[in-house]
C-alpha cells in the first residue's frame, strides 16, 4: 500500500496561487538604480508574461504539484514481516549414542524420535532467540551455530540419526565444545547494550542424554565449572523408560547417571528433569520455557519502499522544456 510520511507538507500545494493573490505586485517606478533599458526590459517581460501560452502556465502548475508530491515522501509498503530480535542464545545438546535407538518411550518410537518432536516444537516458539544445536555420542560435533532462522535448526534436528556421532556418550566433550561456541560467537554490540548485567540470564545450555560419560577428554563436573565460571546456564535432562528386570535380575535400561547430571544443573544454576515418556519430555520443555522464557515474540518490520525519487525526477523532466522555451522567447524578445 501507498504511505505519506510527511502528509502535512501538501499544504505547500496552493502556496504559489496564494502569493500571486496575496503579495502586491512591483511597481516598475519604485527603484532608485537608473538604467535607461530597464523600462524595455520590463514591458517586455510584461508583455511576455500577458502572452505566456496556457500549455506553459499547465507545465509549471505539474512541475509544482510533483515537487510537493516528492516532498511528503510517498512509500510503497510491504507485507509485515516477522522481525528477530536478540533475545537469549540458547543451545541444544542432543545425544545420538547408540542407546537412543531404544524404543521403551511411546509405543514403536525411539528415543531419539520422541526428541526430536518434542524439541522440534520447541525450537519453533523460541521466537526472538537466537538457537543452536549440537550433536553428541563418541565426539560432539556442532550440526547448527547459533541462528535466529529457527526452521533452519529444527531441519537439522529432524535429520539427525543414532550413531553419526558415535555410540559413545562424551557429555563434558559436549559442554566444552558449547563453551567454545559461546567464546568464539560472542553477544553482538545490541545484545550486549540490552542485556543484563547477569550474563547467564542470556546464555542456556540445554543438554538431553539417555546414558552416562563414557567417553571423550573432559569429566563432565570439570566441564560444569567452567560452565559456572563462563556464566552458562545448563539445564539437563535424562530421558528413558524407567529401569526395568529381566527374569535373571539384570537392570535394563539403567545406563542413566542422574547424579551427575543434577550436579553438572546444580554447579550451574541450572535444574535437571526426568523424562520417561513423551509427555513428560514435552512438560519438561514447557517448564524450561517458563524459565528461560524467549524474548520479542511480537516483534514485527513492513519493509519500505521510497518512492519520492519518481516525483522528483519527473519535475525535473518537465523543467527543461520550461526553461527552454523561456530562454528562447528572451532571445527573440532582445
Avoid at 512509500?75 to 545420538?96: F, I, S
Avoid at 537412543?100 to 518410537?109: F, I, N, P, Q, S
Amino acid at each position: 500500500m501507498i504511505h505519506f510520511a510527511w502528509p502535512w507538507l501538501a499544504l505547500a500545494l496552493p502556496l504559489p496561487w496564494l502569493a500571486m493573490r496575496m503579495l502586491p505586485p512591483i511597481r516598475p517606478d519604485g527603484g532608485a538604480l537608473f538604467l535607461p533599458f530597464a523600462v524595455d526590459v520590463a514591458d517586455g517581460a510584461a508583455s511576455s508574461a500577458m502572452a505566456q501560452p496556457r500549455w506553459r502556465s499547465l507545465l509549471f502548475i505539474a512541475m509544482w504539484s510533483l515537487l510537493v508530491i516528492a516532498a511528503t515522501r510517498p512509500q510503497w509498503l510491504g507485507e509485515p514481516v516477522p522481525q528477530p530480535t536478540t533475545g537469549r542464545r540458547v543451545l541444544l545438546a542432543v545425544d545420538v549414542s547408540g542407546s537412543m535407538a531404544t524404543e521403551d518411550m511411546d509405543g514403536d518410537k525411539t528415543r531419539l524420535q520422541i526428541v526430536q518432536e518434542v524439541a522440534g516444537a520447541f525450537i519453533r516458539e523460541r521466537n526472538g532467540d537466537q538457537v543452536g544445536l549440537i550433536l553428541f555420542g563418541s565426539r560432539p560435533y556442532l550440526q547448527a551455530p547459533l541462528t535466529s532462522d529457527l526452521e533452519t535448526v529444527q531441519h537439522f534436528l529432524a535429520e539427525a540419526v543414532v550413531g553419526i556421532a558415535g555410540t559413545q556418550t562424551a557429555i563434558g566433550d559436549a559442554i566444552g565444545l558449547a563453551l567454545k561456541r559461546l567464546r568464539d560467537d560472542p553477544p553482538d554490540r545490541e545484545s550486549q547494550k540490552n542485556a543484563p548485567r547477569d550474563s547467564s540470564k542470556k546464555t542456556v545450555l540445554i543438554l538431553l542424554t539417555d546414558g552416562q560419560n563414557d567417553a571423550g577428554a573432559m569429566p563432565p563436573l570439570q566441564a560444569a565449572k567452567l560452565a559456572q565460571e563462563a556464566g552458562l546456564r545448563v539445564y539437563t535432562i535424562g530421558v528413558g523408560g524407567m529401569p526395568r528386570t529381566d527374569f535373571f535380575g539384570n537392570t535394563l535400561g539403567g545406563g542413566l547417571d542422574e547424579d551427575t547430571l543434577q550436579k553438572i544443573a546444580q554447579a550451574t544454576g541450572g535444574a535437571y528433569f526426568r523424562a520417561t515418556n513423551a509427555l513428560k519430555l514435552e512438560q519438561v520443555y514447557k517448564r524450561i520455557d517458563q524459565l528461560e522464557p524467549a524474548a520479542g515474540r511480537d516483534q514485527w518490520y513492513r519493509p519500505r519502499r521510497e518512492w519520492f525519487c519518481w516525483p522528483l525526477g519527473l519535475a525535473l523532466l518537465l523543467s527543461v522544456p520550461a526553461s527552454l522555451v523561456r530562454g528562447r522567447q528572451w532571445s527573440l524578445e532582445r
